[in-house]
């Protein structure tokens, strides 16, 4: 729906005559999921067009985009209190005649819409993950106290009116890249407001990832994780009309010359055919990480939270996972003090990570979100019993990282160079299991895998040596 509404404001004055009009500046500050990493680099690019050049800092930014997430209440309430900082900033600057343009999108401004304007008087537009591509006309009429709404679901392609960010703009962003492959989500789990937020899956067509993916390689990116609500639910159609499953789309992928590495994130258990599983086996530069958020372990819970599958199920997709590719780790999201989860239910999670072992996970206590079945019931579990749960998975879950990460130790493995590390001389990068390596190594060595021996491990990160200095081609 776009609607406006009307308030009125002083316009700041012109700049002088005969002065050269200064590049304005945009700050994306991205929250949540890595899908709205991705937006944020597309909603950049799109600006870049525009004349805009991006900033890191607020102080000389001309215009502030959060790019928000509503999946728990306090990432939503996080954007509110950062919304009340910038209409300070934003104050300050009317002061000095300097305009200061400030953008809500993401998941908080498609639940909320028009409300985020009531809320935040300082807001000047609301764009939804589906209309941001209308960005820059919607800046060009929220003008002179007019404010905006644009939380349609177009019905035109959004990434086909997106421009093509340039090898410079990709190389500034490192040698790890998202391209998103899918949107939206129709699993309707009793939790999530997603399914609301972003709509119905949409699947991008073949020819489209095809054509982003060589752009970024060509550009010098080596990894590229396939993102996705719901990844592995992937049917994008090629150029028969065809449609075509995540497993097939991963193969093709694999084929482009000058990548090194492939991802997806994030699957449903629901969708995690065999074809998908057994590609773990086939494709060597598929990397042997699997995020698959289990929820919980308790079948009488994952009923009730709609997901379509219960422990065993989840159990019997790790164990064919393992059989393709015996050194695949297992990462997942859970959820504690769902309505009704009783300490059984509880253990049963436990039970699971036990059985399972996970090289990382997320984990979260159950917040209720307006609109979903989950938030309606009566059978809500007090913050107190939330908390412990919490606090007793998680110890479990870091105990599990730990062992994971120890287990490296001793062990030579491929590392993709991503960056310079922390310290002088040091470069640092990711192991085919998504652990953060430092090295002391070349700066020329960033952008390629090398082998490195594992000497130390870390909670959250591995140190290691060079074996070779020579990259591997
Ligand atoms: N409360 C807590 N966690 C949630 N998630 C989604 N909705 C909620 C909610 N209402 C978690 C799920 C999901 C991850 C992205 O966020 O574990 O996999
Ligand atoms: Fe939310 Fe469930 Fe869809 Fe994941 S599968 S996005 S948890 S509704």
């Known amino acids: 729906m776009t609607t406006e509404v009307l308030e ?6 012109a700049p002088l005559e005969g002065e050269p009009a200064p590049t304005p500046r945009v700050l994306v500050k991205s929250y949540g999921c890595q899908m709205n990493v991705y937006d944020a680099t597309r909603m950049a690019d799109l600006l870049g067009r525009e ?6 800092n607020e102080d000389d930014a001309d215009l502030v985009i959060l790019n928000t997430c509503h999946i728990r209440e306090k990432a939503a309430e996080k954007i509110y ?16 005649g300097r305009e200061m343009k400030i953008v809500v999108a993401g998941c908080v401004a498609q639940a909320e819409g028009e409300e985020v304007l009531k809320r935040q008087r300082a807001v000047d537009v609301v764009v939804g993950p589906q209309s941001y591509h209308r960005l820059p006309d919607l800046l060009r009429q929220a003008k002179n106290g007019r404010r905006l709404t644009d939380t349609e679901f177009a019905v035109d392609d959004k990434f086909r009116a997106l421009p093509n960010p340039s090898r410079a703009q990709i190389r500034a962003r490192g040698v790890a890249a998202f391209v998103t492959v899918q949107e939206g989500c129709d699993k309707f789990c009793s939790f999530c407001v997603v399914p609301y937020t972003r709509g119905a899956e949409v699947s991008r067509p073949v020819a489209d990832v095809l054509a982003e993916t060589q752009r970024l390689v060509d550009a010098g990116v080596a990894e590229i994780t396939l993102i996705g609500q719901n990844v592995n639910a992937y049917r994008g159609a090629d150029q028969a009309g065809r449609e075509w499953g995540l497993a097939r789309l991963l193969e093709r992928l694999a084929q482009i010359e000058g990548l090194a590495r492939l991802r997806y994130t994030t699957s449903h258990p629901v969708d995690m055919t065999q074809a998908l599983i057994d590609a773990h086996e086939s494709i060597p530069k598929l990397m042997p990480y699997v995020h698959l958020p289990a929820q919980s372990g308790s079948d009488r819970v994952l009923k009730e939270m709609n997901r379509k599958h219960g422990a065993a199920d989840y159990l019997d997709i790790v164990r064919r996972l393992r059989k393709a590719r015996p ?8 959820i504690v003090g769902f309505p009704g989860e009783s300490d059984a239910d509880f253990e049963a999670t436990m039970a699971l990570v036990r059985e399972i072992g996970f090289a990382s996970s997320f984990s979260f206590k159950y917040s209720p979100r307006p609109g979903t079945p989950g938030a309606a019931r009566d059978d809500q579990i007090d913050e107190e019993a939330k908390s412990e749960r919490l606090a007793a998975l998680q110890a479990l879950l870091d105990e599990q990282r730990r062992a994971f990460n120890d287990a490296a130790v001793g062990r030579e493995i491929d590392v993709l160079f991503e960056k310079p590390g922390r310290h002088e001389g040091q470069i640092a990068g990711k192991s085919p299991y998504l652990q953060a390596v430092h090295v002391e190594g070349p700066l020329e060595a960033i952008g390629r895998e090398a082998r490195v021996k594992i000497i130390a491990a870390g909670p959250n990160s591995l140190a290691g040596r060079l074996v070779s200095e020579e990259a591997k081609a």
């Open 81 to 96: 209190s950062e919304l009340g900082k910038l209409a300070l900033a934003k104050r300050a600057r009317d002061a000095e």
């Open 327 to 334: 050194d695949v780790a297992m990462s997942s999201d859970f």
């Open 8 to 13: 009125a404001v002083e316009t700041p004055p």
């Open 51 to 56: 004349g805009y050049a991006e900033t890191q």
